[in-house]
Every structure is written in C-alpha cells, then in structure tokens.
C-alpha cells in the first residue's frame, strides 16, 4: 500500500497524543499529579495537541474535507465512522478532565473518575483506529489480531515516553512512577512488534493469481498484458512494492529506533543523569522513539500486499 | 444503507463474461468509458489527457494472463474485470459516509458522490480494484452497471442493456438477474459451471466468469494422432499418378 | 441524481438515482471511421456535442456492436493534434515553421502547382493515397488529370491477397471474402491480428466458438488476441506459410482426400497444358480455334472443350492431342506437391511445426470436408444449366492476411492457400469460404494499366492501375524499363496492382527513373509508420539539388492532423474527420458487402465544423474544375458538381446508370445498381440509417463462381460484362507467359539483369522460397524474426493522439519467448537494442509464452515522433514507444550487379515488412529508460490539457421515467441451441416478440 504521510502521522500522533493522556489520567487518579496549572496544561496541550493535528491530517488529505461530518453516520458498520464517534465523544472526558484540571486546578474525586473514563475512552479510539486497517481483509498484513494489539501496545508507549519526559522536564520525582511501565511496554512493544512481523511473512497465503482470476485449473497464472500501459489509480494507491531486503534493514531500524535506544535512555537518563541532563536525554529518547515509530508505520503501509495486485502481476498475497 | 440491506436483495442484477471467446479487444472498457463520462459519475475525469502519466477513470479494464500446466501446456486468457455487485461488499461496509451502498432493489453498487468525502477507505477495502477514485472531483466513482442505462425508457430496447454487453463484438459478456435461477443469465451460469472471483475473500460476488471451454486439440490427448492413410507411398507419388491416367475421377 | 443533504450527521442519506435521463437532444446515423471496417454508428448529440456512440443495431456490418475504436470516437473528434487552417511552408522541409494561409490562396497556389505540371507533362505529377476509402474518385481524378502516377497504399498493405485471390479464384481474403461462420466444421485463421473486418470477424469468432461444433485453429507465431480462442495453436516460424500448407497438400493428395468433381466442374484442373520444352507454347494451354482451353474426356477419348457441358476429364497423363504432347494442368500440379521435399517430416524443421502436427491437421481438414459436409436444400442450378437440387457444402473455412503476405513469398504462399481450399472443394459453399459481392469476378479483371502518353493537359485514357495478363501490359519502355514512378507494373514487380507507393520517395529523390515536379499526397503517414526505413525516408523527403532547391520540388498533402509527415510537406490541405463529412463506402471502391447481399452507404456530417478545414474530396473535385479536367466541368467550362463531393456522389456516372452508389437509383429511386441519378439519393441513405444492402435469395447466395442465376444478377447489377463462369486457375498461365518472356519468347521480354528473377518467380505454380532476408543476411548473425501486430483498440498512428486509446497503449514492449529471454539473461521491463543488418532501435522487453521461440513481436505504430500529434513532448510515445520501421530497409542488399530491388514481394511489389531478421542485445543499465532513435521535435502544435473532464455538463436531463430492463445474452441464439431454456433471440430481443 501506498505509504501517505498524512495517514502515517495521524496514526502515530493520535496514537501518542491519546497515550499521553492515558498514562496523565491514571497518575491522576493515583493522585501522583502535581496540581500545577502550567504542567497540567503543558502536558494536556501537547496530548490534544499531538490528537487534533492528527485527526486533522487524516481529515485534510480527503477529497471533500468540508463533508467530514457525514463520517459519523455510519458508527453502526463502519470502523472509520466508530473512529470519528469515538474521538468526538472522548473530547468530553478528556475537556472536562482537562477544564477541571488547567482552570481550576483540581484532579480531586469525581474528576478522578472522569479523567479515568477518559483514559479508557482514549484507548477504545485507539483500537477503531487500528479496525479501520485491520478490519480490511483485501490486505491480509492487516486483517490480523496483531496489527489491533501493535497500535494499541506502540499507543500506550510511545505515549508513557512523552508522560515521562514531559513529567520530569518539570523536575517532578514522579517521573519514576512511569519508568518501569514505560519499560514494560517498549518490552512489549518490541514483542509485538516481532509477532506481527512473523505473522505477515509466516502465515498462509489468502489469495492467489490463480484464484483471483480462476483459472488456476489450467496451471500457474501470470501477467501477459496489463490493461494500461502507464500506470492507474490501483498501482499508485495499492501498487507500491518494497523489497525484501529493504523491508528487513527497516525492521532493524525500527528495532533500535523505536525500542532498543528509547529502553537504554530512560534507565541511563533517570539514574545517572539529573537535572536538565535528564530532562533532555528523555525529550531526546522521545523523539527518537517517534522517529522509530516513523520507520515501523511507514513500513506497516509500505509492505502490505493488497489483494487487487493478483490481477497486475502479484502471484500471491 | 451502508449497512448491506438486511433483506436480501429482491434482484441481484450482474454480469457474465465468457472467457472462451473473449478476445481482448477492450471494447467493452472505452464504451464504458464513453457512456459513463456523460451519465451518472459524469465526469470519468482524465488526467495529463496529452502528455506522460496519462491516467484517468475506467470502470471496466482488460488484462491478459497466460497459464502454464505442469504438463507444459501454456493458454492465453483474456480477461475483462470490472465491479462484480457483490452480495457481502465490504466496500459498502467500510464507508463511514453512507455514499457506498448497495440497492436493495437490484443489489447494483453505487457510491452517491454527493455525500463521498474520498477517503478511499472502500477501494482498499475491495479486493478486486473495481473502485475508481477521481482526483480532481475528491470522491470515490465506479462501475454502475449502467443503471441510467438499463432502466432508461428514452432508449430502444437494443440500447438498454450495459454498455459494455451490448457492444461486446464476440458477445462476451451477459447481463441479468443472477438471483431468479429460472433467469437466461442463471442457466447460462449454471450450463457452463460460472464460478466467483476470490471467493475465499467471503465477498459473495454477484457476476459470474465462464472458463474456457476445453480445446478442441487431439494433442494434450491423444498421444497417437489420427492421420491420413495413403495411397501411394512412394517418393514421387508416380504410382498415384498412373493410377489417375485413366480414371473417370469426376 | 438526486441530491439529498440531510444536515443530521447521523442520518443515512438515501440516493435517487435518474433512471431515464434524455441522452442526447437528436440522433443522427452515420457509418464509423476510426478503421476502414466501417460499421453503422449511432450518434448521439447534445449541445451540438457528441454526447454517445453506438452500434446500429440495423447494420449488416456490425449488427449494433461497435469495437474499442469506435467506441472511443469522441476523443477523435476532440483531438489534440487537429488540423485548423491551410498551412504553407515557411522553413526547410521537416523544422515545421508554416505560416496558415485562407483557402483561396492554398487552392490557388495547388491549381497552379498541378496546373503548370499538367500543361508541360501530367506523368510528373505522382499522386498517392492511403488510409483513404475513395479510391474510385481519386484514381478517376488522376486519369482525368492525365497522369499514370497515381495508386493507393495497397502496395505496402496487402496487394499480395489481392493479387494471390484475383489471379486464382477471382476473389480475394482482405475484406472480400467471409468465412461461413454459420456453418463451417473447421476454421484456419493464417496471420491475422484484427484485419479490416474487425467487428464482423469478431462477432464471427464468438457465434462459431459458441457454436461449439467447430474446430478454429489459429496459424500465427504469436497466440494473442483471436489466437487466444482458437482450439489449436500452430506457432509457425515467420514466412514458412507455404511449406506448411505444401505439406498439407501432400497429405490430401498423396490419399486422394480431394474433391475431383468440384474440382472438374469448377477449375482448371483438366485443362490440358502443352508440354513442349523450349518453344513459345511450353506451359500454356492447348486451346481450340475459339480460344477455349481444352480437357481430354475419357469417355470420348478426344480433347474437347472445357468448358462444354458434359466431360468426363482426365486428371493425369501424357497425351498427344494433334501435334502437340500435353498434360492435364492437374498431373503438373499433383507431381509438385506429392514429391518427398514437401512431406510433413521435410517441412516440419523449417515450419517449427511437428510433422506428427501436420498429418493431424491434414486428417481433420479431409474428415471436416468429406465427412461432415454441411447441406442447404436450395436448388441453384449452374452455368452449364445443370440443376443441383441442393446446396452441398465442404465447411472448412480459411482466413488469411498480412502474416502471409507482409512476405517476400506471400504471393505464392496466398496461392497456395487458395488451391488448397480448391482442393477441398470448399469455395464458397456451405461451411467455406464465401464471396462477398460484387466477386467473383473474371480471373483477373479486365482493366489493364494505363501507359504514359506524354501529352500535355490531356487526360490518362484509362485507369492507372489494372491486371496485366501478359508483358505486353507492363508500363516499361522498349528497353524494358520502368515508366512509372514507383517502378509499379515494371519487370521488378510485374503483378504491382496497387502500385508501390513505399518507393515513391526513394525513386522521386533519387531521380531514379527520372524527376517529379508535384508528389500530390492524401492520408499517408509516409514520414513515419508507413515508410520502411524511416530515416533514409526523412532524406528523401529533404534531398536538395546542388542548386539548393528540393529533389522533389513540390510536394501537396492532406491530413486530418498533424502527422509525423505533416512538416515534411510544402501545402497542407488540412480535412475534416470522418463526423464532419461526407464519404462513400463505394462498390467501385471497397464496399462493405457481407456475402448474403451487396452493400454500400455513406457518412454525412453530424457535427458542425468548428474550423477553418474543408472535405478533401470536396477540394479535390474543387481542383479538378479549377484545372478544368474533363468529368469535373461541363462544356462551358463549369462545374459539374457544383455542389462539391455529395452532389457528386449522387450525379456522377462511371458508365451510364452507375454510379458511386447502387442503392435507391432512379429518377423515383425505385432501381438498384444500374439506373439513372436520383436527387433524393443521399437523403434515401440516410433516412435508412446511411447504409443501403440488397439481400440475396439463398439460391444465388453459394457456388457464386458458377451459380447462373448469380451471374446474371451481378451482370445486371453491372459488376461483371459477361453472365460466364469463374474458374479456378490453380495453374496460372498469365504466370507462365512472363516465364517465357524471360526465357526468350515474345516480343517484350525482360532487360537481362531481370531474366533470372522473372524466370524464377512467375512459377504457374505455387512454389516456396526464403525470405528475400533470410536469404541474403547471415541468420547466425540475426537468428530472430521480429515482427509487428495491430492491436485491436489502435488504428495505425491516430490511435495516440486519442485520450482513451492511449491510456490502454502509450508505449509498446517487445514481447519475447521466455526461454528466448533467459538464454539472453533478459527480464521484464528490462530495455534491449533490436538490431538489423540496417540499423538498431531501442525499446522495453515483455517476456510471455505465447510466441514463436525463434519470434519477437511488438504493437503497430505506437512509437511516435516527438513533436507530432499536439501530444506534450514528454509522452511515452515519443520516449518509451519504438517502431520497427526504423530497422526495416526498404530495399534489399544488392545483387551482383549492385542492383538494390525494392525490400518486397518479386510478383507484386508487395512490401515485405515481416522479413525483418534481428539480434537482440540487453542495453548497458545507463542505456534503460528511454528509446532510440529519437528525431529533434518539429515545430508543431503541443497541447496545454492537463486535465479532461468530457462528459461534465452532458449528462441527460432528468425524465423521472422507469422500464424493467431485460436480460442481454452474448451470443443468444446459439447459446439457445445448446442450454435447454434459453430463449432463442438476439442480445435482449427473444425471438417472437414483436
Ligand atoms: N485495430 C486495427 N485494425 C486494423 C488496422 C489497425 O491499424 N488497427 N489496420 C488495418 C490495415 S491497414 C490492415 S492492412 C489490416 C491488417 O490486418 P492483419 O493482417 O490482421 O494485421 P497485422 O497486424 O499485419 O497481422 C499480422 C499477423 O500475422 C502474424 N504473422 C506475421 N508473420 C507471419 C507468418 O509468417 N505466418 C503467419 N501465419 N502469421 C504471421 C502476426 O503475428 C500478426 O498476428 O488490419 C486493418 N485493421
Ligand atoms: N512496421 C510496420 N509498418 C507498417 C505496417 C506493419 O504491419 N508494420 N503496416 C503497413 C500497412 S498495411 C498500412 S495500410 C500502413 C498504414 O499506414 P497509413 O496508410 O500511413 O495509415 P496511418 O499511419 O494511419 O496514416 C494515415 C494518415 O492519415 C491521416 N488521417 C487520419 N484521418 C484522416 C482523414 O480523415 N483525412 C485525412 N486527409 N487524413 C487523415 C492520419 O493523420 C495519418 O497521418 O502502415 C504500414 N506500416
Ligand atoms: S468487448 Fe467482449 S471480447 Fe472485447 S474485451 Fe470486452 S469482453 Fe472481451
Ligand atoms: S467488486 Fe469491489 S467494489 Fe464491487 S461490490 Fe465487490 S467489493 Fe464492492
Ligand atoms: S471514498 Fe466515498 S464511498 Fe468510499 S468509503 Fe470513502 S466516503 Fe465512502
Ligand atoms: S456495466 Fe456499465 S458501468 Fe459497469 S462496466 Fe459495464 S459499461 Fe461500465
Ligand atoms: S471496427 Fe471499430 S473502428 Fe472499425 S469501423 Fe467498426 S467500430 Fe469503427
Ligand atoms: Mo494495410
């Protein structure tokens, strides 16, 4: 598939920004949270922020961004509508949390629970939008129970990174709080990651040429003529090849990228830096976390074999 | 109704294609190019029209595929595809827009480019490239199979048929309502064993493709072909000859 | 559409759909024009633009179908490189810097041009057409104007069809023949890619396969478009035609699986044939005192008549008959084709096909023709009045076209494929090959070809072209050389019917046998697809005098569009397309004739024109009357067609009572063929739909060669002088006697450096040699046969310039064998150097299985010259496309005495484009991208269009109505016969209904 950047960013970004805010609201209900308006807007504007201009970016790239409302009329069967719904609804907790939290400065009782709501709200938008691909049987790299799992796991890290950064950018010791988790999920990040990518090139072939065209009876199918000699919509949007060995120098970059260093940083970072030294080596570890996370969702498109090549060549997908 | 109609539909209108005389010709994809570019999805916008990266809007497209057996025997297969108006489309179910959608009257797929925002959602989602995405208009376009045609009563009724059937020159292609198993189109289907395309993507396709039929060719079966028995069979044929010189032959 | 927007962001928006929108405000029938097939078209019209094209259901031709082309008319119409306005040169030849002038100063400076040509000598005036269909009026206006330096294209086409038929059966492949796709048991197709009837043999290829009870078997180096659906596939080695078919012969032949009765009754077979070597007779027949050819009847056991009405002839044996020992032409023939080099295991190398194949294919033809014969209970009864209560037909069917006579042999490999259908008795009878009217005619046609008279303003007196019987009718002087510009009916190429109009330019530049002043050219892309040899061309087209003026002082053309030979040209008539005009599909040209009944019809304009460009028709009867040549003016010197081309085609008679067109004659149009002019005429055509065809009753419809009652009818209809037999010349003596003039008989005979040649290759008999290159070059060196293929949805070089027709194909590849590949470590996409003795091109590599392992194939005139066509300068076609032309030569290595003859076929001039022999070189990595050669850009018309939204404001207006549509079944009528329930009809008509 082909890789468009706009749907790149919105997927890592809102996966980040709803990240954030979960790992935000459950310090807060754990009561972990300093009640500093500057920090508290701080850390929300970067998750709404990291949010907006994601949903905007995958709202902007439509033929007719003006009708993006009409997407909600669909919750009942469609992944992207369930998508738009969900992130409009989870506006409400994470506001009100936010309201609550910047203005007035309380994280106290039923804002607690609202903030909590929140946080699980974030992470339901965060499985519509891993639907959206996985629910599309037309590229197998997709229709599987770990592309759903990897966007959820790369969400809740990449976002405990940015917590953590942010956290002890304000000098706050609760930055400890978040240092094992955070660690648990690179952990599982990596893991997942791995089974994903086992999965797509172990498990077994959907369609064929032969039985995309039906005439497998008469032996291997190939292409002798293509209908164009250019190339049309279908190959630049689903066209796009990436080779083999090009797709593993990836994997290894996304390995050390967005797993491997980031894991390193924040344990050199909390224990044998301090101070701005720290503050930096995390800003740092989350940045290059992100552009890790880059490479694996670029790759995520950029190696999905959609089912439509078996007419223009593919043998299998 | 993006949800795919909970009743099934009273029709299920398709095509069949016979690729057993089926040429190549890609008659039936510049027609379809012609009546679609003035009907319903008007325009099927074409891009650098004169110049490289020609590209542009086809509801209908022709490939070419070879088959190679074990035995070494090798076929040429011309291959027409377009949309197949299927029963479980998850190109209507992805839509969050309800443009994509499925008749219950006919079962024909439509997209009402009206409300389409172009997220191109449904062309990832069908698994066969039966969907058209127009650049410069920002939404999604497709195969219609002629519903501004079939159904028009301003045309004789030669004319109200998809343009892409009525024009196919080795009479290809059939349309009509492959759900009625007493229709022409069924018993055509059901004589020549018409199968679905990638049915293991559980889209339920409503058009049918007929295989080619088994060549008429003694080699692939039979190892000791038929010859003539002759007369003569000496190196020059003289015996034959002298036969002829005085035989009444006419 | 309806247009709902609920503002309810959850609410389900429901669509209406227009069912009835009103699809075109009129519409107008006319005949389609993006081939020379010409099918009826429907027209469909919507603020004076076309909104539809469509079929005519109505049409004998295309039945309401209409093919890629057709369908793709509108982007015709709206092409980029249109024409607007006359243009007169202002550069050198070939930079494109014109200035456009008004049309009374084009049509001034033309009449003056062939006006001062014709008053010193008209011959120097070469006039030479293409892809036209108005032959008839052109080759008319060239006698009229007084020059024998007139042909059309046919030439580089396909005259050896033309000449191989007439001069064998009196018919021809082409498109003057149908196979019986009704019946036939077997069909051979030999080389054939789309072919001029396109749509009929399309539709004929879908009813017979549906059919199911016939065997098609596709003889072609490459399995793509019809050889995809043939049962069988005989992938033969380019050129090797004849051999295979030889084989087949021997077959038949060697078990007696051959019709004599037909073979008594309808050819010349019996006729006896004098055997007397070394004398002025040896190989021609023996002939009584009236001229008629005589048979020995073993009954009588004395020669008689051939043609009287009970014989009993002998096919073979040595007899003396008076003074002279003869032998019936059948013995000749029979001992040639049973002697061993022509057995299957002789062959079979050469052919690349296995002799177990051949023997196979022999067995079914003999079973389809003697074992399953197809009976219509019709009586007919013949021209020696003998009744025949019934119609028996040998079904087997054969087609053949370009791949046979694109050939330095397709001459003789054309006859061979006639006598082989002769031999199986199958000629137009029930389940053959059938004649389309109006042939047969007399083997060959009378006309002969007019000779220069040298006088000034005086017209040909006779047509340009004809068939010479004997040397006596070559247009050579006494010494025995050419006289026509295109060395046409010369001792190079005797038989050049169509002339040679790919040596026109060589010979006018090279002076060669003498200078031109005016090359008058119409609708021949002659800078680029249609030349051999495209850059030597473009010098020819340049070549200049030590004084600096041109080798060819001046030459006229007319174009549609601007063409690769556009800037080649001084004077640019620029023409109409074909929506925009009127024309004629004229049975003094090419009708559209199917074998049930005669047809012609016309195309009249349906659109308005919307620049400054006129009907070359129009402006050459304009011309005509400017130059004051007879049958353009009357008596006082004006107009007799005032009313340009269409008052023309109605009011000229070629001889009293025909004229252009045969149908709705008469002052009351009641007549048809023969009657006087009826003013009503063009609108009778179109009223009925532009067409007009005469069915025939089905006892007239088989055995047309011999059928009285036919005869008489095409007699009446003026198509044939005389009610008598056509028969079958499977042993040509027109042949023989050019042999003899070569071996010293007769009072013209060849200039001695042609002797050798003429000798060899005017055989009475088919005969099979190499390709002229396979024979000259070293095939170790060019081991591969390249050869080009039309694709079915492109029409020769307009084909580009079409929006949709050049999405499908912007660029070509060469297809290759896959093995082929592999040996050469050549992948997909991968770019290659195709090099010949005569040059190297550049182009991109598709590796499939269906070909030849020994063949390389690639589309037609897909490669385009940058700055042609108004396309932007960097399409593919100029940058990835690639024409063989380039490494075609046009003439071959020369002989001993340095002599270069013409790179064609030594009997009729046809030019041998398949011969092409090439190696194949992967290119350097730094190589790939981008082809070789590519011209500098003339300056030419680019266009601006980055984006075509047609169609947008067209949709029809909303009439809110709702029909039930029917279903549409591909080929009902035969599916019917074979799928109990399916109704019998046609498409969505059942049969029975109203
Ligand atoms: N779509 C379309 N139709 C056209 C035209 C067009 O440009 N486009 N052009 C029209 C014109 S002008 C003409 S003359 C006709 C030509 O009609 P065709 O003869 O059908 O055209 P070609 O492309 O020359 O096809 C030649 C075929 O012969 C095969 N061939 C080559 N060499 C040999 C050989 O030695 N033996 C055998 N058995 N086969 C061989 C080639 O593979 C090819 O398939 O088409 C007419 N119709
Ligand atoms: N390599 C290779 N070359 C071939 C062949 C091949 O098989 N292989 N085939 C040969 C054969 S059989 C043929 S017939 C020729 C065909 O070659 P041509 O007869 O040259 O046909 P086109 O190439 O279409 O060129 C016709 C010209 O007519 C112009 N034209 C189109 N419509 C109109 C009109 O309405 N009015 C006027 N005045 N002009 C118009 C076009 O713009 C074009 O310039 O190609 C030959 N060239
Ligand atoms: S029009 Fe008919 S024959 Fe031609 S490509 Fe389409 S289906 Fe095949
Ligand atoms: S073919 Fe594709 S577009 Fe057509 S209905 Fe099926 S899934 Fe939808
Ligand atoms: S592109 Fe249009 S039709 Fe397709 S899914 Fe999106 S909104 Fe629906
Ligand atoms: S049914 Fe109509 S829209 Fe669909 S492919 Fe055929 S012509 Fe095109
Ligand atoms: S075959 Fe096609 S292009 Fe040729 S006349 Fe018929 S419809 Fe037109
Ligand atoms: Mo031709």
Redesign the interface.
């Known amino acids: 598939m082909h890789p468009a950047k706009s749907v790149i960013y919105f997927t890592i970004a809102t996966g980040a920004g709803y990240g954030l805010f979960f790992w935000l609201a459950l310090l807060a209900f754990h009561g972990l949270l300093p009640a500093n308006k500057i920090f508290a807007f701080t850390a929300l504007a970067i998750s709404f922020g990291l949010i907006i201009t994601g949903l905007l970016s995958s709202t902007l790239h439509l033929g007719h961004p003006k009708r993006a409302?009409?997407a909600?009329?669909?919750?009942r069967s469609s992944w992207l509508s369930r998508e738009g719904v969900m992130a409009i609804l989870t506006f409400i907790p994470m506001s009100l949390f936010a309201i609550a939290w910047v203005l007035m400065g309380k994280d106290t009782g039923v804002i607690r629970i609202i903030g909590l709501i929140g946080a699980v709200m974030a992470l339901i938008t965060v499985f519509t939008t891993s639907m959206i691909y996985a629910s599309i049987k037309a590229i197998p790299a997709w229709h599987n129970i770990w592309t759903k799992l990897s966007y959820l796991v790369l969400s809740l890290m990449s976002g405990s990174i940015l917590a953590m950064a942010i956290v002890a950018a304000f000098g706050y010791p609760q930055a400890y709080h978040l240092m094992h988790p955070t660690a648990v999920f690179i952990v599982l990040g990596l893991i997942v990651k791995i089974l994903y990518w086992m999965h797509i090139l172990t498990s077994k072939l959907v369609s064929t040429a032969e039985s995309a065209t039906g005439l497998g009876k008469f032996g291997e199918v190939s292409l002798?003529?293509s209908?164009?000699?250019?190339d049309?919509y279908l190959l630049k949007e689903m066209g796009y090849q990436i080779a083999r060995k090009h797709a593993t120098k990836i994997r290894v970059i996304v390995a050390v990228l967005a797993f491997l260093v980031p894991l390193v940083l924040i344990f050199v970072c909390m224990h044998s830096l301090g101070g701005t030294g720290r503050t930096f080596g995390l800003i740092a570890t989350a940045l290059i976390c992100m552009i890790g996370l880059v490479f694996e969702r670029w790759l995520f498109f950029a190696e999905a074999k959609h089912a439509v090549m078996l007419f223009y060549g593919e043998q299998k997908v | 109704?993006?949800s795919l109609p909970k009743t099934a539909p009273k029709k299920k209108?398709g095509l069949?294609i016979?690729l057993?005389?089926?040429?190549?010709?890609?008659?039936c994809?510049?027609?379809c190019?012609?009546?679609?570019?003035?009907?319903?999805s008007?325009?099927?916008?074409?891009?650098?029209?004169?110049?490289?990266g020609?590209?542009?809007v086809?509801f209908n497209r022709i490939h070419?595929f070879?088959t190679?057996s074990n035995e070494g025997l090798?076929?040429?297969?011309?291959f027409p595809r377009s949309c197949l108006h299927c029963d479980d489309a998850p190109c209507v179910t992805v839509c969050p827009?309800?443009?994509s959608?499925k008749r219950e009257e006919d079962g024909i797929v439509?997209v009402?480019?009206?409300?389409c925002i172009g997220c191109k959602l449904c062309s990832w989602a069908c698994p066969y490239g039966a969907r058209e995405y127009d650049e410069?208009e920002g939404v999604m376009k497709k195969c219609t199979l002629c519903?501004?045609k079939?159904?028009?009563?301003?045309?004789p009724?030669?004319?109200?048929?998809?343009?892409c059937?009525?024009?196919?020159?080795?009479?290809?292609?059939?349309?009509?309502?492959l759900k009625d198993p007493?229709?022409?189109?069924s018993?055509?289907v059901a004589?020549r064993e018409g199968y679905a395309l990638m049915p293991e993507q559980g889209t339920n396709p409503v058009n049918r493709y007929l295989l080619?039929?088994p060549?008429?060719?003694?080699?692939a079966v039979d190892q000791s072909?038929?010859?003539?028995?002759?007369?003569?069979?000496s190196?020059?044929?003289a015996a034959?000859?002298?036969r002829?010189?005085?035989?009444?032959?006419? | 559409?309806g247009?709902?927007?609920g503002r309810n962001?959850?609410?389900?928006?429901?669509?209406e759909?227009?069912?009835?929108?009103?699809?075109g405000e009129t519409v107008k029938f006319s005949t389609c024009y993006m081939c020379a097939c010409r099918c009826g078209i429907k027209v469909h019209l919507?603020k004076g633009k076309v909104?539809?094209?469509?079929?005519n259901?109505d049409h004998p031709v295309?039945k309401?179908?209409?093919?890629?082309?057709?369908?793709?008319g509108?982007m015709h119409l709206n092409a980029?490189g249109k024409l607007t306005k006359p243009l007169l040169r202002t550069g050198e030849r070939g930079s494109g810097e014109f200035k456009e002038i008004e049309w009374d100063e084009a049509m001034d400076l033309a009449t003056k041009w062939l006006g001062d040509t014709r008053a010193k000598d008209p011959g120097k005036l070469a006039f030479f057409t293409g892809r036209d269909q108005s032959q008839s009026l052109t080759g008319w206006w060239a006698s009229n104007y007084g020059t024998h330096n007139f042909a059309a294209h046919g030439g580089f086409c396909s005259v050896n069809m033309a000449a191989g038929g007439l001069y064998t059966i009196g018919g021809a492949f082409w498109e003057f023949g149908d196979p019986d796709f009704d019946r036939t048991k077997y069909y051979m197709m030999f080389g054939v890619a789309d072919d001029h009837d396109?749509?009929p043999i399309?539709?004929g290829?879908?009813?017979m396969?549906?059919r199911?009870d016939c065997?098609?078997v596709q003889v072609n180096p490459s399995?793509?478009?019809?050889?995809?659906?043939a049962?069988?596939w005989v992938g033969i080695r380019p050129g090797t035609d004849g051999l295979f078919v030889f084989a087949l012969i021997y077959?038949?032949?060697?078990?007696?699986?051959v019709d004599?009765?037909s073979?008594?009754?309808y050819s010349n077979a019996p006729w006896l044939v004098i055997d007397n070597p070394g004398k002025k007779d040896d190989g021609l027949f023996l002939r009584d005192k009236k001229g008629n050819p005589l048979v020995w009847d073993?009954?009588k056991k004395k020669a008689v008549n051939a043609y009287s009405r009970t014989?009993?002839?002998?096919?073979?044996?040595t007899r003396k008959v008076g003074t002279k020992k003869t032998r019936p032409s059948f013995?000749l023939l029979?001992?040639r084709y049973?002697?061993?080099e022509y057995s299957p295991d002789n062959v079979a190398d050469k052919c690349g096909v296995p002799a177990?194949?051949i023997?196979?294919i022999?067995?079914?033809l003999?079973h389809a023709a003697f074992e399953e014969e197809v009976v219509i209970n019709e009586p007919w009864v013949d021209t020696w009045g003998r009744k025949h209560d019934k119609m028996i037909g040998r079904p087997v069917a054969i087609h053949a076209m370009r791949g046979i006579s694109a050939h330095s042999n397709g001459f003789h490999t054309c006859r061979a494929i006639h006598i082989l259908q002769v031999l199986l008795g199958s000629i137009d009878t029930p389940g053959g090959w059938r004649y389309k009217p109006p042939f047969p005619k007399p083997i060959p046609p009378a006309p002969k070809p007019t000779p220069p008279h040298y006088k000034p303003n005086t017209v040909l007196g006779g047509g340009p072209a004809g068939f010479p019987t004997s040397p006596e009718h070559l247009i050579v002087d006494d010494a025995g050389e050419p006289l026509r510009i295109d060395k046409a009916f010369s001792w190079e190429h005797p038989l050049s019917l169509h002339g040679m109009m790919h040596m026109v330019l060589r010979n006018a530049a090279k002076h060669d046998p003498y200078d031109i002043d005016v090359l008058f050219m119409f609708m021949a892309n002659m800078a680029w697809n249609s030349s051999m040899n495209i850059g030597e061309t473009l010098d020819f087209f340049t070549a200049k005098n030590e004084d600096g003026s041109y080798k060819i002082p001046k030459i006229i053309y007319s174009d549609a569009f601007y063409s690769e030979t556009v800037p080649y040209c001084d004077l640019i008539l620029p023409d109409t397309t074909y929506l925009e005009r009127y024309d004629c599909l004229s049975v003094l040209d090419r009708p559209f004739s199917s074998a049930h009944g005669m047809a012609d019809g016309i195309r009249h304009p349906v659109v308005e024109l919307d620049r400054d460009v006129r009907a070359f028709q129009t402006v050459l009867i304009e011309l005509g009357v400017r130059l004051g040549l007879p049958g353009m003016v009357n008596k006082d010197g004006s107009a007799k067609f005032p009313g340009g081309y269409p008052d023309y085609l109605v009011n000229h008679e070629r001889m009293p009572g025909i004229g252009p067109l045969a149908g709705w004659r008469g002052k009351e149009g009641t007549k048809k063929g023969v009657g006087e002019p009826n003013p009503n005429q063009l609108d009778k055509y179109i009223e009925n739909g532009c067409f007009w065809i005469d069915e025939m009753p089905m006892n007239i419809q088989f055995f047309k060669h011999a059928n009285q009652k036919y005869l008489e009818y095409s007699k009446k209809m003026g198509w044939i002088d005389e009610a008598s037999p056509v028969v079958f010349q499977l042993y040509n003596e027109d042949l023989q006697k050019f042999r003899l003039a070569a071996k010293g008989h007769g009072k013209k005979q060849p200039p001695e450096q042609h002797r050798a040649r003429i000798e060899k290759y005017f055989d009475p008999l088919p005969m099979w040699y190499l390709p002229f290159e396979e024979r000259d070059v070293d095939v170790n060196e060019f081991p591969i046969h390249a050869l080009s293929q039309r694709p079915?949805?492109m029409y020769h070089s307009w084909g580009s310039?079409n929006?949709?027709?050049?999405?499908?194909?912007?660029?070509?590849?060469l297809h290759i064998h896959k093995d082929m590949a592999e040996s050469l470590g050549i992948d997909d996409d991968d770019w290659v150097w195709i090099k010949s003795r005569h040059g190297q091109v550049k182009g991109q590599v598709?590796c499939?299985?269906?070909v030849n392992k020994n063949t390389v194939w690639t589309w037609n005139a897909i490669g385009k010259r940058k700055g042609a066509w108004?396309?932007?300068h960097?399409?593919?076609e100029f940058?990835k496309g690639f024409l063989l032309n380039h490494i075609i030569s046009d003439v071959l290595m020369p002989d001993q005495s340095g002599h270069e003859y013409s790179n064609s076929d030594p009997v009729t001039g046809q030019a041998a484009w398949y011969d092409l022999r090439v190696k194949i070189e992967k290119c350097m990595p730094e190589e790939f991208g981008i082809t070789s050669p590519i011209y500098d850009a003339p300056k030419g018309p680019i266009?601006d269009?980055?984006?075509?939204?047609?169609?947008?404001g067209?949709?029809?207006t909303p009439?809110k109505?709702?029909?039930?549509?029917?279903?549409?079944?591909?080929?009902?009528h035969f599916?019917s016969t074979?799928?109990?329930?399916?109704?019998d009809g046609h498409?969505?008509?059942i049969k029975g209904d109203k």
């Not at chain 2, 009724?157 to 343009?163: I, T, V």
């Not at chain 3, 929006?803 to 590849?813: A, D, E, P």
């Open positions: 409302w009409r909600f009329s669909q919750w002798a003529a209908p164009h000699s250019e049309n | 109704m993006t209108l069949v016979d057993d005389i089926c040429v190549g010709c890609h008659a994809a510049t027609i190019k012609e009546w679609n570019t003035g009907a319903k008007a325009p099927l916008t074409d891009i650098n029209p004169h110049g490289a020609q590209d542009g086809w070419t070879e190679q090798s076929r040429t297969v011309h827009t309800g443009a959608y439509l009402n480019e009206d409300i410069t519903v501004d079939i159904y028009n009563e301003n045309l009724q030669m004319s109200r048929a998809p343009a059937v009525s024009t196919c020159p080795t009479g290809a292609r059939s349309f009509g309502d007493s229709s022409d189109v018993k055509l004589a080619p039929r060549k008429k060719d003694r080699t072909p038929r010859q003539l028995t002759h007369e003569d069979t190196t020059d044929g034959l000859l002298a002829w010189v005085d035989k009444i032959l006419s | 559409m247009k709902s927007f962001p959850f609410a389900t928006v429901k669509e759909v227009e069912y009835s929108p009103q699809v919507k909104r539809y094209i469509e079929g259901p295309n309401g179908v209409l093919c890629a082309k057709g369908s793709s509108i980029p396109s749509n399309k539709i290829l879908g009813k396969k549906t199911g065997k098609f399995r793509n478009g019809y050889g995809a659906i049962d069988e077959e038949l032949l060697r078990s007696e699986k004599f009765p073979l008594a009754r073993l009954k014989i009993t002839p002998a096919f073979a044996g013995e029979a001992q049973m002697a061993d177990a194949d023997r196979r022999a067995a079914e003999a079915m949805h310039q929006t949709w027709l050049r999405q499908i194909t912007g660029s070509n590849k598709k499939i299985t269906g108004g396309l932007k960097d399409s593919p940058n266009s269009k980055n984006i075509s939204e047609y169609g947008k067209l949709q029809g009439t109505g709702r029909v039930e549509p029917a279903e549409w079944i591909g080929q009902r599916n074979l799928i109990p329930g399916i109704k498409g969505n008509k």
